[in-house]
């Protein structure tokens, strides 16, 4: 059971939660707006501050595993 607690803690650690939203402006979108905005999401009817990424969350070119 030990093992099996030690593997979740460090999946935490090692992984973080994501999730998906739209940012919309009826003037347009650019690096700018988004950048200047603060940002959160519905989680379970409760809202959560989140970071916006401009960069893709995954290793396309898989970089990351070959080195």
């Not at 940012?23 to 379970?44: C, M, T, W």
Request: a positive charge.
């Amino acid at each position: 059971m030990h093992s099996l607690q030690n593997r979740k803690t460090k999946d935490r650690e090692r992984f973080k939660p994501i999730g998906y939203g739209y940012i919309r402006n009826e003037n347009g979108v650019d690096k700018a707006f988004v950048e200047a905005g603060s940002y959160q999401l519905e989680v379970g009817s409760e809202m959560v501050a989140c970071e916006v990424h401009l960069k893709p969350l995954w290793d396309p070119e898989m970089k990351r595993i070959k080195c």
